[in-house]
């Protein structure tokens, strides 16, 4: 089932001589379940490229859609609601609310929609992720790798369609790199969540079923590893 398709995607900032291509027809379909990288150099447009597929920007061309719906048709509050219910975002900073415990950062998203928590998938995402045991603590009395597991828990809570991580691991240890790297997997394999990588490190990417290269703000690899 196609989760996402991309077509005749480009990006352009500025005009005149000052203008800059950052996507330059990107045509993309990814399958629900799928764990997928996208690696690039600095400057080589996956960023550019996660922002739209997050609904947090537009292109200049071309056309995205997410789970049946035409990103390029909504106004900035309807992308605003579609990206918190459909697009679980994590991002190399954990961005957690410093005075809410762990649990009410987790549950924001439904928060805001005043929605209650499906009791069994919580219990299923913070056991997936090991920080069940945490759940009443403050964002400062935890590690990066906890805090990032926290971020990851929330981006998920929603069952979003995508979860986007841009450089998850960039702030983090080896150690902690390894254990979110793992977390990204199991919540793909456990709970059929569809992830999309955006990193510029190739160990990481190589623990993803399906390789995207990107440069010049084209795509000029698609490798499947199995």
Do not use: W
């Not at 935890?142 to 069952?159: C, D, E, H």
């Not at 793992?182 to 919540?187: A, E, V």
């Amino acid at each position: 089932m196609e989760i996402l398709k991309c077509e005749g995607v480009r990006k352009v900032y500025g005009s005149g001589s000052s203008q800059v291509t950052a996507l330059d027809g990107i045509d993309l379909t990814v399958s629900k379940g799928e764990f997928a990288a996208i690696v690039g150099a600095s400057g080589s447009g996956k960023s550019t490229l996660l922002h739209i597929l997050g609904s947090v920007d537009k292109p200049t061309e071309g056309k995205v859609t997410v789970d049946g719906t035409d990103l390029s048709g909504l106004n900035q509050t309807q992308a605003a609601i579609f990206r918190r219910r459909k697009v679980g975002l994590v991002y190399q900073f954990y961005n957690l609310i410093p005075t809410l415990t762990v649990r009410k950062n987790i549950l924001m998203p439904l928060t805001l929609d005043k929605k209650k928590p499906n009791q069994e998938y919580f219990e299923k995402v913070v056991s997936t992720l090991g920080i069940a045991e945490r759940l009443e603590a403050m964002p400062n009395q935890l590690s990066g790798g906890q805090q990032q597991r926290v971020a990851i828990a929330r981006a998920l809570i929603y069952r979003p369609a995508l979860l986007l991580a841009d450089e998850p691991t960039g702030n983090l240890d080896q150690r902690n790199s390894r254990e979110i790297m793992d977390m990204l997997k199991l919540s793909n394999r456990n709970l059929n969540q569809t992830v999309i990588l955006i990193t510029h490190d190739e160990k990481a990417a190589l623990e993803a079923e399906r390789i995207l290269t990107i440069e010049d703000g084209r795509i000029i690899g698609d490798e499947r590893r199995r």
